[in-house]
T-cell receptor, first 114, second 117 residues
Framework: AQKITQTQPGMFVQEKEAVTLDCTYDTSDPSYGLFWYKQPSSGEMIFLIYQGSYDQQNATEGRYSLNFQKARKSANLVISASQLGDSAMYFCAMREAPGYKYIFGTGTRLKVLA | SAVISQKPSRDICQRGTSLTIQCQVDSQVTMMFWYRQQPGQSLTLIATANQGSEATYESGFVIDKFPISRPNLTFSTLTVSNMSPEDSSIYLC??????????????FGQGTRLTVV
C-alpha cells in the first residue's frame, strides 16, 4: 500500500489565487511527521512546511499553510496568493518510526498562470 | 540547516562500469539517505546510511548493486555498480538530524545526474 498518496499529477492556478494540493497518508504509528517540499525546474529540494501528528494547530509558514485532518489522514498544502515563482513540483513526505526515513509521494506539478 | 556537497554533479558512463557518488555535509548528522529520482518523477529511497552500522536497503535495492559507505558523521558514498541504461537517473543525497526527533526536515544535495550509455 502507498504510504503517501498525491492524487493530482498536475494543477493550474491563476496568479494571486489560492490553491490546495492534496496529500493523504497511511500509517498505524501514532507518532509521525508530515512535510511538504517544492522542487523547481532547477532540481533543488526546498523544504516548505512541517506538521507533527500531535500538533493541535495547523502549521503555517508565510503563504503556506497545512490543512491537517488527522482522522482522514490528510495533510493538504494550501498556497495563498499564488505567484509565478510557485510553478514547480510539490512533494508531500512522511517520517515515522522505527526507521525515521522520509517517504515521498508521487508529487503534484503546479503551474501558475499569469 | 545543513549544507550538502554532492559530487559529481553529472556524469555519462559506459554500461558495465561503476560510478561512486560522494556526499559531504558541513556538520555532523545522524542519518544520511540516498534517493533515486527519474526526471519528473518522485523520490525513491534506496537506503539509509547510519555511521557505524550497515546501510539499510529498501525493497528492490541490494548492496551488491548499490554499495554504500558511511565512514563518519559528515560523509557518505553511494556506488552504482555494473551500470545499465536503466540506472540513468538523478541520485540525491539527503541528511536528517536526530532520528528520535520527528520534526526535523531532510536537507538535500544538488543531486548527481547519471546517464548510462
Amino acid at each position: 500500500a502507498q504510504k503517501i498518496t498525491q492524487t493530482q499529477p498536475g494543477m493550474f492556478v491563476q496568479e494571486k489565487e489560492a490553491v490546495t494540493l492534496d496529500c493523504t497518508y497511511d500509517t498505524s504509528d501514532p507518532s509521525y511527521g508530515l512535510f511538504w517540499y517544492k522542487q523547481p525546474s532547477s532540481g533543488e529540494m526546498i523544504f516548505l512546511i512541517y506538521q507533527g501528528s500531535y500538533d493541535q494547530q495547523n502549521a503555517t509558514e508565510g503563504r503556506y499553510s497545512l490543512n491537517f485532518q488527522k482522522a482522514r489522514k490528510s495533510a493538504n498544502l494550501v498556497i495563498s496568493a499564488s505567484q509565478l515563482g510557485d510553478s514547480a513540483m510539490y512533494f508531500c513526505a512522511m517520517r515515522e518510526a522505527p526507521g525515521y526515513k522520509y517517504i515521498f509521494g508521487t508529487g503534484t506539478r503546479l503551474k501558475v498562470l499569469a | 540547516s545543513a549544507v550538502i556537497s554532492q559530487k559529481p554533479s553529472r556524469d555519462i558512463c559506459q554500461r558495465g562500469t561503476s560510478l561512486t557518488i560522494q556526499c559531504q555535509v558541513d556538520s555532523q548528522v545522524t542519518m544520511m539517505f540516498w534517493y533515486r529520482q527519474q526526471p519528473g518523477q518522485s523520490l525513491t529511497l534506496i537506503a539509509t546510511a547510519n555511521q557505524g552500522s550497515e546501510a539499510t536497503y529498501e525493497s528492490g535495492f541490494v548492496i551488491d548493486k548499490f554499495p554504500i559507505s558511511r565512514p563518519n558523521l559528515t560523509f557518505s558514498t553511494l556506488t552504482v555498480s555494473n551500470m545499465s541504461p536503466e540506472d540513468s537517473s538523478i541520485y540525491l543525497c539527503s541528511v536528517g538530524r536526530g532520528r528520535e526527533i520527528m520534526n526535523t526536515e531532510a536537507f538535500f544535495g544538488q543531486g548527481t545526474r547519471l546517464t548510462v550509455v
